[in-house]
Every structure is written in structure tokens, then in C-alpha cells.
């Protein structure tokens, strides 16, 4: 598999910047991602397949948040519950000041409590 990456882009008068904010590893594929333009952050759902001992494969989800004013990773949960990552997969949210949206549901991010 080919590596991914997420890539900042600064563009101001006349001149630009890239950075590069995550690349995936080997196993690891970026699922999903959002941007939370009024806290600056990015919500990211990445996927790893883990081979267990019966050799059977099994994928396993991870949430992460990017802080774009600390330029790193400031949180990371492995997810568990199907029905958060099918709306985190399906990218059929949005994000505002620490809250998705997504159909009726709202759910809260407490970035004050991760910082």
C-alpha cells in the first residue's frame, strides 16, 4: 500500500508553505478527516489491520485530534464502537467548536479537558 499523507497548505500574499501533518505507516491507512476550522483542529480516523494469533485479520480504528497551534497530535483512542466509526467513516459529519453534527446526534469534544 502506498503511503498517505494529510498536508497543511499555507497560502498568503505571494508566497506559500506546506507541511506535511500525518503520514500513515505501513499498515495504517487515513480513513476519514475534518477540519474544526474555529478551534483549529483536525479530526482524523485512521485504520491499522492487526493479524491475530489464529491468523485471522481484524481492523482497528483509531480517533485522532491534530492541533494545528501545537502542530501535533494532542489526542488518539482506539475506537470500538461500530456505529462511531461508521459515522466517522462515512465522513458524513461536520465539525464546530468541538461539537459533530451528524443527523440528530451531537457530540462533544472536550478540548479543554485534552490540552
Avoid at 495504517?28 to 483549529?40: C, K, L, P, W
Avoid at 459529519?93 to 451531537?106: A, E, F, M, P
Amino acid at each position: 500500500m502506498i503511503g498517505q499523507e494529510i498536508k497543511y497548505i499555507k497560502v498568503m500574499y505571494g508566497f506559500y508553505k506546506i507541511k506535511t501533518i500525518l503520514k500513515s505507516m505501513d499498515n495504517e491507512r487515513i480513513v476519514s478527516f475534518n477540519i474544526d476550522n474555529n478551534q483549529n483542529k483536525l479530526i482524523i480516523l485512521t485504520c491499522k489491520e492487526i493479524t491475530k494469533q489464529s491468523g485471522m485479520t481484524k481492523d482497528q480504528y483509531q480517533f485522532k485530534i491534530y492541533s494545528n497551534t501545537k502542530k501535533d497530535i494532542i489526542f488518539s483512542i482506539n475506537l470500538e464502537d461500530p456505529q462511531y466509526i461508521d459515522i466517522l467513516r462515512q465522513g458524513h459529519y461536520s465539525v464546530l467548536d468541538g461539537h459533530i453534527y451528524t443527523g440528530n446526534r451531537i457530540m462533544k469534544i472536550r478540548y479543554d479537558l485534552i490540552e
